[in-house]
């Protein structure tokens, strides 16, 4: 397992990294499409769990959601997000009148999946159409990652109290805690090394970058606890298996989906 997880990094992580310093529609086409693949296992799930969401409409909308954020901001959300919504009902009002009784559950979670998935996850296109987004964008899910290591590493290590009894029997509060630490440390190095290398005399300094990632680090865990919910309530273990080692890509991109928000936001209105 641990191999296989090993060998995907390996292969995804650079062309990642690569998809970030170009940015522009490479790098928002790398994020629509992993967008899309997780909308649709977030169907998926809801799908095994007995409810029908609209699969299609929920990866239609995603997509849309993620390529008009690259193309205009937020200029054209009112008119997309209307559209979208006022179409899941007539999909959903459809599906009641043909006998699918639970149509107004199944219209509730295409839109939970559209707009949890595709209205967060598009806020990575917008970090990375900041100024400094590049860097800001290599702050931020570097230090998501190093924050869940840590939180794995300590946790399994000494963690001795549970942090949720439900959602993740696994996690702790001593690993938890080590993650805040981590991730503390991370952001501040990290930003530190672009001040002094990339970009000095820029936005990024090492305390803006320690106080990004004490908040992702602090917050980012509960995207993860959200999955956890998702996956136990329809009782599947992963969201998928696209990724061996590492399970589907929703499972992936659970803390990124709140990490992009928090970050575009603390960035915006603090230091710009």
Not at 26 to 49: M, Q, T, Y
Not at 267 to 272: F, S, V
């Given at each position: 397992?641990?191999?296989?997880?090993?060998?995907?990094?390996?292969?995804?992580?650079?062309?990642?990294?690569?998809?970030i310093?170009?940015?522009?529609?490479?790098?928002?086409?790398?994020?629509?499409?992993?967008?899309?693949?997780?909308?649709?296992?977030?169907?998926?799930?809801?799908?095994?769990?007995?409810?029908?969401?609209?699969?299609?409409?929920?990866?239609?909308?995603t997509?849309?959601?993620?390529?008009?954020?690259?193309?205009?901001?937020?200029?054209?959300?009112?008119?997309?997000?209307?559209?979208?919504?006022?179409?899941?009902?007539?999909v959903?009002?459809?599906?009641?009148?043909?006998?699918?009784?639970?149509?107004?559950?199944?219209?509730?979670?295409?839109l939970?999946?559209?707009?949890?998935?595709?209205?967060?996850?598009?806020?990575?296109?917008?970090?990375?159409?900041?100024?400094?987004?590049?860097?800001?964008?290599?702050?931020?899910?570097?230090?998501?990652?190093?924050?869940?290591?840590?939180?794995?590493?300590?946790?399994?290590?000494i963690?001795?109290?549970?942090?949720?009894?439900?959602?993740?029997?696994?996690?702790?509060?001593?690993?938890?805690?080590?993650?805040?630490?981590?991730?503390?440390?991370?952001?501040?190095?990290?930003?530190?090394?672009?001040?002094?290398?990339?970009?000095?005399?820029?936005?990024?300094?090492?305390?803006?970058?320690?106080?990004?990632?004490?908040?992702?680090?602090?917050?980012?865990?509960?995207?993860?606890?959200?999955?956890?919910?998702?996956?136990?309530?329809?009782?599947?273990?992963?969201?998928?298996?696209?990724?061996?080692?590492?399970?589907?890509?929703?499972?992936?991109?659970?803390?990124?989906?709140?990490?992009?928000?928090?970050?575009y936001?603390m960035?915006?209105?603090?230091?710009?």
């Open positions: 397992m641990l191999l296989k997880r090993v060998i995907v990094t390996l292969v995804l992580l650079p062309v990642g990294l690569a998809l310093v170009i940015g522009g529609w490479a790098f928002a086409g790398l994020v629509a499409l992993i967008l899309a693949l997780a909308a649709w296992e977030f169907a998926r799930l809801f799908r095994a769990g007995g409810f029908l969401p609209a699969t299609v409409l929920v990866v239609a909308g997509l849309a959601i993620g390529i008009s954020r690259a193309i205009d901001g937020f200029t054209s959300a009112p008119w997309l997000v209307s559209l979208l919504i006022l179409v899941a009902m007539t959903h009002l459809v599906e009641y009148e043909r006998g699918r009784d639970q149509a107004a559950s199944d219209f509730a979670i295409t939970a999946g559209m707009f949890y998935i595709g209205w967060l996850g598009a806020y990575l296109i917008s970090v990375r159409e900041l100024p400094d987004g590049m860097w800001w964008l290599l702050i931020i899910l570097p230090v998501v990652w190093l924050a869940d290591s840590a939180a794995y590493l300590v946790g399994s290590r963690g001795r109290h549970k942090m949720t009894k439900r959602l993740s029997p696994k996690k702790s509060w001593e690993g938890y805690f080590g993650g805040v630490a981590a991730g503390v440390l991370g952001g501040a190095a990290l930003a530190g090394l672009i001040q002094t290398l990339a970009v000095p005399g820029g936005s990024i300094t090492w305390p803006r970058g320690a106080l990004l990632g004490l908040a992702l680090a602090v917050l980012t865990t509960l995207g993860d606890l959200g999955e956890s919910m998702i996956k136990r309530q329809v009782r599947m273990k992963d969201s998928g298996n696209l990724l061996p080692g590492h399970g589907g890509m929703f499972d992936r991109i659970d803390s990124w989906l709140w990490a992009g928000v928090i970050g936001y960035i915006t209105w603090l230091w710009m």
